[in-house]
C-alpha cells in the first residue's frame, strides 16, 4: 500500500463520530499528566495505549468500543484540557485551507525597482501593505511602529514601508499626502489611501490601523494563535 493510500486510510479514520471520539481519547490521554495520576488509572492508561500489542493492531485497538472504566476516566476533562481540544481542531482546519507564503517582520525597500518587483511579483494570493513615509512628517513614524505590531498578527500579508525619497517619486508623494498607505493583490490596487492618518484618531494604536483596513476588507482572517491567547486571558 503507498504512503498516500496509508495517509488517506489515517484521515479517513478521523471523520464522523467515531473518530471525533477516537481522536478525543488519544488526545486525553496525551494530555494528562500521568505521573501524579493514581496506580488504578495509571494501569487503565497502559491498558488503554495497550503499548505491549503489535504496531499493526493499533488500529483495531482505536476503533474498540470504550469501557464503562474509560468512559469514567475521559469524562474528567477538565475545560482547559476540552478547550485545547477544540484550539488544535480549528489549528489543523486553519493549517488545511491556508495557502501561500508567509512572512517575518516588516520588509523595508530600498527603492523604486524594488517597490514593483514586490507588487508584479509576490504570490497571487498575498495581500501586500506598503507604507510611504518621510522622516519627519507627523504620524509616518508611529505608522511604521503599527506596521511592526501588524506583521506579528498577520504573517500572511506582505507588509512593507519606503521612504519617499528613495521611492523615485518624491514628488508625486509630496508631505502633504504623507503617510500614505497603498494595498495590492495580485498585482492590482486595492486600497489608495493618501494622507491616511486623517482617518484616525490624533494618538492612534494598531488596532485603529487594523480597523480601518479591515472597514475596507483589505486583511485576511487574524491568526488563529492571536484569538487563543485572548481566549485563555479571559479564563484566567
Not at 494570493?125 to 498578527?153: P, R, W
Not at 502633504?176 to 494604536?205: D, I, R, S
Request: charged share 30%.
Amino acid at each position: 500500500m503507498s504512503d498516500r493510500m496509508i495517509d488517506l486510510e489515517e484521515t479517513a479514520t478521523q471523520t464522523g463520530p467515531k473518530g471525533v471520539i477516537n481522536d478525543w481519547r488519544r488526545f486525553k490521554l496525551e494530555s494528562m499528566d500521568q505521573e501524579n495520576l493514581p496506580p488504578a488509572k495509571k494501569e487503565l492508561l497502559r491498558q488503554m495505549s495497550s503499548p505491549s500489542k503489535p504496531k499493526d493492531d493499533t488500529r483495531s485497538n482505536l476503533n474498540r468500543k470504550m469501557s464503562v472504566q474509560e468512559y469514567e476516566l475521559l469524562k474528567e476533562e477538565d475545560e482547559g484540557c476540552l478547550k485545547k481540544y477544540r484550539k488544535r481542531c480549528m489549528q489543523e482546519m486553519h493549517d488545511k485551507l491556508s495557502f501561500g507564503p508567509r512572512f517575518e517582520g516588516v520588509h523595508d525597500l530600498a527603492s523604486g525597482e524594488a517597490f514593483l518587483e514586490v507588487i508584479e511579483k509576490e504570490h497571487y494570493s498575498t495581500v501586500v501593505v506598503v507604507h510611504i513615509y518621510k522622516v519627519g512628517v507627523k504620524g509616518c513614524e508611529e505608522l511604521n511602529n503599527c506596521f511592526d505590531c501588524l506583521a506579528t498578527e498577520y504573517p500572511t500579508v506582505k507588509f512593507c514601508r519606503i521612504d519617499a525619497v528613495a521611492s523615485g517619486a518624491s514628488e508625486r508623494f509630496s508631505d502633504e499626502v504623507l503617510p500614505t498607505l497603498l494595498v495590492y493583490k495580485a498585482g492590482e490596487l486595492l486600497g489608495n489611501f493618501l494622507a491616511c492618518t486623517q482617518h484616525l484618531n490624533e494618538e492612534f494604536f494598531a488596532t485603529d490601523v487594523e480597523a480601518f483596513l479591515n472597514s475596507y476588507g483589505l486583511l485576511p482572517e487574524k491568526e488563529l494563535a492571536s484569538m487563543e491567547d485572548e481566549e485563555e486571558n479571559d479564563v484566567e
